[in-house]
Nanobody, 121 residues
């Protein structure tokens, strides 16, 4: 059964940090590229970061230098470390898995339910 479960969302002050985690079922974790997306009510879902099985990463320009994506093979998890958070980072964050290494949502096949991140100024 395909399963992606996000956790770690919270409310923080600007400048703070959060670490999101996405627990994936084994077959998904081992077979697909993994990524984080985010969405607000006013915007389309946008790609934040992606990671390959070998550890190559993609980062959106808006988060480069502040966010880091990594894999925890022991836990079959994908982590998103978010530092220097800004109010504009406020969004629902989704974990995704798919066959193409990209930040384009249409290339991702499986999605989690999301975890809310709120950054106050």
């Amino acid at each position: 059964q395909v399963q992606l479960v996000e956790s770690g969302g919270a409310s923080v002050q600007a400048g703070g940090s959060l670490r999101l985690s996405c627990a994936a079922s084994g077959d998904i974790y081992n077979s697909y590229y993994m990524a984080w997306f985010r969405q607000t009510p006013r915007k389309e879902r946008e790609g934040v970061a992606a990671i390959s099985s070998s550890g190559s990463t993609l980062l959106a320009d808006s988060v480069a230098g502040r966010f880091t994506i990594s894999r925890d093979s022991a836990e079959h998890a994908v982590l998103l470390q978010m530092n220097s958070l800004k109010p504009e980072d406020t969004a629902m964050y989704y974990c995704a898995a798919g066959p193409v290494f990209s930040l384009t949502q249409t290339t991702y096949k499986f999605w989690g339910q999301g975890t809310q991140v709120t950054v106050s100024s």
